[in-house]
């Protein structure tokens, strides 16, 4: 068990960082981030900040030093390096997680071998095969970068085999994936321990703009509860097969076949923000909890219900209009510059 007063390393400085850090601190530990940028906005509520790439070796032994346990809140890091910091710091979740999801073969594969059911797929190094995966698959389809794609970035559209003429994969190794036809999305999203103990948070109804997170709401509608059950079950044998620790998310579809597999993310998960007002314990909470070695918290809701809208973009400048509602819960992330497609913030209202 690491005690409070402890210092956790996060590696990534994002909006995640920033809301683990947040919870760490209610529980009187001390974060040390560590990014690649100059001004990550999570370390602007962090007790210490190491800018270094995350394939420096020694720089990242340096920062594990002066932890007593790693995370991450980014899966876009490369597992290898990370060997660094073994001698120093324990590393949760493991880096064999960052190994299966941050490579979309390695992950489909790694799911349908513990009877995992994803959308058809193929795998595209060059245009040839991804011909050959447009006449298999059949189209309309998506082309996906198989590694570092998130939020709509690195994926393009394939509505007939003509499209695919027209592109260029520049040596970059690709998937193809079948479209799949579903009445809903939905996220599982977990906590485990390091002795194998599970917790579940209710799923939340996921509704995406433009290949973003637009909307998340909890409870479900009853297509997407009458299905939970079976993609929990898939949710806790990827964590067991991975020896995992810590909050593990893993995103699906809702067909009239049952749920097919998306994708998966090793850490906290934009679709459990919802957590930090609407159950006992927030995703973030459990998630140190559960790295440091302390009992978890109940992930029941704190209310009848939940709706979280994300902010993308100039949604941010509508903060004193959000605010004048007093049932909001606001979260700004501190980004200084406001983007089109860029999560700003998010708002969360309860159902009482």
């Not at 809903?184 to 509704?207: M, Y």
């Not at 044998?237 to 809702?254: C, Q």
Request: glycine letters at 10%; one cysteine or more; aromatic letters at 8%.
């Amino acid at each position: 068990m690491i005690a409070p007063g402890e210092t956790i390393g996060i590696l990534g400085g994002g909006q995640l960082g920033r809301m683990i850090a947040l919870a760490a601190a209610n529980l009187g530990y001390r974060c040390h981030v560590y990014a690649p940028e100059a001004d990550p906005i999570a370390a602007d509520v962090c007790a210490a900040f190491t800018q270094g790439a995350f394939d420096d070796k020694a720089a990242l032994s340096a920062f594990a030093e002066q932890c007593a346990v790693v995370t991450y809140e980014f899966e876009n890091v490369a597992a290898g390096p990370l060997g660094a910091i073994a001698p120093h710091a324990r590393l949760h979740p493991p880096a064999r997680a960052l190994e299966v999801a941050q490579d979309r073969v390695n992950e489909k594969t790694f799911v349908e071998a513990l009877g995992g059911r994803p959308a058809p797929w193929a795998q595209v190094d060059s245009l040839d095969d991804l011909k050959a995966a447009v006449a298999k698959i059949g189209a309309p389809g998506i082309l996906k970068t198989r590694r570092d794609g998130y939020d709509g970035k690195g994926q393009w559209r394939i509505m007939t085999p003509a499209d695919a003429d027209a592109l260029d994969l520049a040596g970059v190794p690709q998937i193809y994936e079948g479209f799949v036809n579903f009445a809903a999305e939905f996220s599982v999203i977990l906590v485990r321990t390091a002795a194998g103990e599970v917790r579940f948070w209710d799923s939340a109804e996921n509704v995406h703009k433009n290949g973003i997170l637009d909307r998340s709401t909890v409870p479900a509608s009853q297509v997407i509860l009458d299905q939970v059950d079976e993609a929990r079950a898939l949710a806790a044998k990827v964590a067991d097969a991975l020896d995992y620790v810590g909050v593990l998310t893993l995103e699906f579809f809702a067909t009239a076949q049952g749920p097919v597999f998306n994708e998966m993310a090793p850490r906290v998960h934009n679709s459990g923000h919802w957590s930090i007002e609407g159950a006992l314990t927030s995703q973030f909470e459990n998630h140190v909890r559960a790295i440091c070695g302390l009992p978890l918290g109940s992930t029941q809701l704190a209310a009848k219900g939940v709706v979280m809208d994300n902010l993308i973009g100039d949604d941010a400048h509508d903060w004193p209009a959000i605010l004048s509602d007093s049932a909001n819960h606001l979260h700004l992330y501190g980004k200084a510059a406001v983007r089109p497609g860029r999560k700003m913030g998010h708002v969360t209202r309860l159902v009482l």
